[in-house]
Antibody
């Protein structure tokens, strides 16, 4: 069974750093890209970026480029989303998801359960 | 403001049929496949329809999807109380080179 299990909720202060994780199991971890998606309170989903766990090649949405870092450690089947400096507007639920590519078409087939990040002084 | 447009909410009685729309543009729905997801409260989203109209294994055939031009629809027939959830659409966007999403539609079974 394919599963993406994310790390638990976090409460941080503005200016602090944070790394959240996404552990993949039940499939070939290096065979699929992992993507991260943000959901701010009361808002829709926004794509942040993606990573190829084979070689850690990344691609970011222009809206998030430079503000977050996506990484992966294929030896422990885990992808990460990292901030060096949090601000209150980073308060959101963050989802990791698996990107599937078949016959040239890319879509999301599995999601993690989400990680709530609260940034407040 | 989500890239794909969905109604915020829909409601219908048990055993009836409801449709949820998803409107986009030529750079996403018009040129790529649409997926639909179901999100129950406090749970991870679950793939419900993929490639516009295909059902993943294990998904009830009460769910169906369709697409025309830059719009897509999800239909749910024989509504049951357990169908109460948020449903959202997604499609790859060629301009973004990433997925875009609808804002989600909350289904209430009256």
């Amino acid at each position: 069974e394919v599963q993406l299990v994310q790390s638990g909720a976090e409460v941080k202060k503005p200016g602090e750093s944070l790394r959240i994780s996404c552990y993949g199991s039940g499939y070939s971890f290096t065979g699929y890209w992992i993507t991260w998606v943000r959901q701010m309170p009361g808002k829709g989903l926004e794509w942040m970026g993606r990573i190829d766990p084979r070689d850690s090649y990344t691609s970011y949405s222009p809206s998030f480029q430079g503000h977050v870092t996506i990484s992966a450690d294929k030896s422990i089947r885990t992808a990460y989303l990292q901030w060096s400096t949090l601000n209150a507007s980073d308060t959101a639920i963050y989802y990791c998801a698996r990107l599937r590519t078949l016959t040239g078409t890319t879509d999301i087939d599995y999601w993690g359960q989400g990680t709530l990040v609260t940034v407040s002084s | 403001q989500s890239v794909l447009t969905q109604p915020p909410s829909v409601s219908e009685a048990p055993r009836q049929r409801v449709t949820i729309s998803c409107s986009g543009s030529s750079s996403n729905i018009g040129n790529n496949v649409v997926n639909w997801y179901q999100q129950l409260p406090g749970k991870a989203p679950k793939l419900l329809i993929y490639y516009d109209d295909l059902l993943p294994s294990g998904v009830s055939d009460r769910f169906s999807g369709s697409k025309s031009g830059t719009s897509a629809s999800l239909a749910i027939s024989g509504l049951q109380s357990e169908d109460e959830a948020v449903y959202f659409c997604a499609a790859w966007d060629d301009s973004l080179n990433g997925p875009v999403f609808g804002g989600g539609t909350k289904l209430t079974v009256l």
